[in-house]
């Protein structure tokens, strides 16, 4: 798989039945804050009435913008977890190799950053369910001989720092030199001006990058990784995390995930198993 970890997504049918019987867990400490509209729930939240959202931006069609002025795939789901819990979203610009351990420590009450979920991640975090399903793009030059990820071979090779597609690139190929960049478009940048020779991204903003350089840069190869994307909580608010899974059912079957899916990865719709997916990420021993 596309993480280099041995994990597996295990896909399991949502009926209205089992999204009317999601239940947050309840508290009684004083020390934490509950949803302004979710039922009195203890949440665990870091200040009443708002969820904290870490981000790593840009990272287009997920990220588009800067805090406050931010928007994209991931938040305008993030947007609607947020009003189904009734709760002012807040989001905060991090370093995408920071933002899951921040989020474990108490710095954000989630995080919205195109994060595939992987086994090794979810030993700092956990994950809400499945609400992408990812595939990785092989991009290179228009003149480029490079065609798949085995004419990697001795070739220097672009990728964002604590991705998947690092991951891949140092499990998988053969590249002579893996250089890390902190967002995808530094390492977009980085081919353009001829640093790498190739990069390895998402395959969502990998489209973005090639529609926006037009002529410059091409996707060669779409890697199939079958890893799905989640939002991070931390690994002791279950409360949370369940809270924000019933929020996402909602959305899948009301049409707005599949709205998002069509506003932002032209006119695509989402997998069954995004829409009729949970998250119960296991580990092989």
């Keep these: ?34 949803a302004g509209g979710g039922g009195g729930e203890d949440l665990g939240l870091i200040k009443e009435g708002t969820l904290s959202v870490g981000t790593d931006t840009p990272y287009p069609p997920f990220e588009i913008g800067q805090p406050p002025d931010i928007s994209g795939f991931d938040i305008e789901i993030m947007n609607g977890i947020s009003d189904h819990l009734g709760l ?6 991090t370093g995408f190799g920071t933002i899951f351990r921040d ?42 001989d490079i065609a798949t990820v085995d004419d990697l071979s001795g070739a220097i090779v672009g990728v964002q720092d604590g991705t998947t597609q690092q991951d891949y690139a140092e499990d998988e190929t053969d590249a002579a030199d893996l250089r890390g960049f902190p967002e995808g478009p530094n390492a977009v940048s980085a081919l353009i001006t001829g640093q790498v020779e190739a990069i390895l991204l998402d395959q969502a903003t990998a489209v973005d990058a090639v529609d926006k350089e037009k002529g410059k840069i091409e996707i060669v190869q779409e890697i ?14 279950d409360a949370l995390r369940e809270a ?39 580990t092989d021993d």
């Design 1 to 34: 798989m596309i993480s280099g970890t041995r994990t597996r997504l295990a896909i399991a049918l949502i009926t209205a039945l089992a999204v009317a019987g999601i239940a947050a867990g309840c508290g009684s400490s004083d020390d934490t804050t509950t």
């Design 88 to 93: 002012e979203p807040e989001y905060t610009a």
């Design 103 to 144: 989020t474990a420590n108490g710095q954000f009450d989630t995080a919205a950053a195109a994060s595939d979920i992987t086994a090794e991640r979810e030993r700092v975090v956990d994950f809400t369910d499945p609400y992408y399903l990812s595939s990785t793009a092989l991009v290179v030059p228009t003149d480029s």
């Design 224 to 237: 199939p990784t079958d890893v799905f994307f989640g939002f991070a909580v931390a690994p002791d608010n």
């Design 244 to 282: 924000m899974n019933e929020a996402l059912a909602t959305l899948k079957e009301d049409g707005t995930i599949e709205d998002a899916y069509a506003k932002y990865f032209d006119g695509a719709k989402p997998p069954k198993e995004v829409l009729n997916g949970t998250n119960e990420l296991l």
